[in-house]
């Protein structure tokens, strides 16, 4: 834990409770899905600029640590 943790330990387990009530949820919806969309989509392609754009933001975001960040 570094010296500008201001977490305390009730905070952190409110967060450890908080992250275990997430993990029962069962049957998450993403909502209903447009066929018509789906089929207007099929096929749709980014120019590799913005494919790259979004690849580099993923790995950014994939190994991000912040306020909240599981310690490891």
């Known amino acids: ?3 500008t ?3 305390t330990d009730a905070d952190r ?3 450890h409770d908080a992250e275990k009530l ?3 949820v ?3 919806d ?3 899905i447009d066929e018509q969309d789906m089929k207007a989509a099929d096929g749709l392609t980014t120019p590799p600029g913005v494919d790259k ?3 580099e933001a993923l790995e950014r975001g994939a190994h991000q640590k912040g306020e909240g960040a ?3």
């Open 70 to 72: 599981p310690e490891a």
């Open 5 to 7: 943790d201001f977490r």
């Open 22 to 24: 997430d993990e029962q």
């Open 30 to 32: 993403g909502g209903p």
């Open 53 to 55: 754009a979004y690849q």
């Open 1 to 3: 834990m570094g010296d």
């Open 26 to 28: 069962k049957g998450a």
């Open 13 to 15: 387990q409110a967060a």
